[in-house]
């Protein structure tokens, strides 16, 4: 085992999913320290208690570690279903989302969707390439729409009126109103569809 | 002047005004390193060819550092127009920040005001409140409309259907539409105040 002799021992022998549990784990406990601890590669491992190199070949940078972390949570947190219907599906995945913007790990792991995000001013095409498989719940929904013979709004109005108001609350810690917030914005996205605007 | 002797002299001294601008600049450059370059108080000061000592006494916290610097650049780059109407001076809001964020600078500010805001999960009201001293226009606009007899919507409906689209494609890098999209987000704001919506 010369070859890894530049690496310290790990203090356990972990398997590769407890490796990710707990590389996981670490991230968010940095996203979450009151004292706002640097989220770098070598704070996360030293947390989980793995190599630094393990963590670099894995995932090769802290945003696409924390881009696997995000997305893997939001999918646990805020799972699709389905209602049966346009209406009630964008209803029950707006509710999801209310209810996760209203606890502490719910608005980290959005507001870490933006600090994954590539930094720099001309990754603009990438950035938006990876909030956009992230908006994948949203496609499935106006697929499954589609195939139902319902007319959704295109994509770019719900990003507009459904996924802005949540995430924009969720990073600057506004609360959402304290009932009927899903069905408004629901209301607010469909009631304009295809119809003429009052006003 | 034995009382400073531990910080290295400055290449070439500042007058605040000089110093303001020169961390500023910095902030900006730094924010756009497309290397993406760590945003740290030491990093921002070097760049500025001023002592990082300056700069933790004048601005405190690189938060509060970067929440100055976009501060002071959004209001230059986004006046405040009087046009005579509640719609006319939430078009001209609009059309200001639709023009803002299809520049890499203004994209960056915008992710720099989610950036600037304190990190941690237990911050959320101090969130809110720095976000909302950010809001001071909108507050303006809608105190004119008041006085002249208009009634505006909600803060948070505005923040919910005008700022939060601005807000997401500028930290996300998503294109806004390419013609008609200021007016299209007051429509929709407007549209649906104090009328009954169809659907």
């Known amino acids: 085992m010369w070859v890894t002799s530049k690496e310290p021992a790990p203090r ?6 407890q ?12 996203l979450s320290d009151p004292e ?24 090769g940078s802290r945003e696409a570690l924390l881009a696997d972390v995000v997305v893997t949570r939001l999918e646990r947190d805020w799972p699709l279903a389905d209602t049966g219907s346009l209406r009630g599906d964008l209803t029950a995945w707006a509710e999801a989302g209310v209810a ?15 600090l994954s995000m ?12 990876q909030f956009q498989r992230r908006l ?13 013979g319902e007319v959704p709004p295109p994509l770019d109005q719900i990003l507009d009126q459904l996924v802005a108001p949540l995430y ?12 009927g917030y899903p ?8 009631g304009g569809t295809g119809a003429s605007r009052p006003g």
């Open 183 to 190: 069905e408004l914005l629901v209301d607010r996205l469909l």
């Open 100 to 114: 996760s913007i209203r606890t502490a790990e719910g608005r980290l792991l959005i507001r870490a969707v933006a």
């Open 136 to 148: 994948g719940a949203i496609e499935r929904i106006r697929e499954r729409a589609v195939t139902r």
């Open 168 to 179: 924009l609350r969720a990073i600057f810690g506004i609360d959402p109103p304290a009932s």
């Open 36 to 59: 706002g601890a640097d989220l770098t590669i070598p704070a996360v491992a030293q947390r989980a208690g793995v190599n630094h190199t393990s963590v670099y070949r894995r995932w």
């Open 19 to 30: 490796v990710r549990s707990a590389v996981h784990q670490a991230v968010i406990d940095l």
């Open 12 to 17: 356990l022998r972990k398997s590769p999913e």
């Open 118 to 129: 590539p930094g720099s001013a001309t990754a603009q095409g990438e950035r938006a390439q």
